[in-house]
């Protein structure tokens, strides 16, 4: 019904220096939607990000998808700008998001 993928140690210049984890694919199926799963896949990966070392997660997301920018601005990432990516000679413009899982102070 979904699933997530999660990148530990993987870094953006968008992002910054500290110890960063992508979450490569968050996906729930059509049928699946609005009934808090792909909240519970979310906390999850940020858990699992958070546990493996990382201070923030973060994702790219395509800037005409509206659902999803919607998804992740409910909860509270922020836009950190845009990457642009090349498919059959066309650019395409992707939003860059992030969250701190893990507070800099804590071991
Ligand atoms: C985005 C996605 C992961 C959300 O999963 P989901 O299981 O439907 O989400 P949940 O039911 O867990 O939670 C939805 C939450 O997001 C909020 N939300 C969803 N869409 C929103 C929008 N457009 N604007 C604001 N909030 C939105 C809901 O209000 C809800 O929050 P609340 O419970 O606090 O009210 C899912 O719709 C999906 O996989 N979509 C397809 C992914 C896709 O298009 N991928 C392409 C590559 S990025």
Redesign the pocket.
Known sequence: M?FAQLVLGSAHVLVGAEAAAKLN??????R???????????RRSEELAASNGAFTLW????VG???????????GYTDLGATMYVFQDEQFENRLLATPVRAPTET
């Open positions: 979904g694919r968050l996906y729930v199926h059509e699946f939607t609005g009934r808090g799963i792909g909240k519970a896949l979310l994702l790219t997301a395509w998808n509206h659902r999803v920018l919607g998804f992740y601005a409910s909860r």
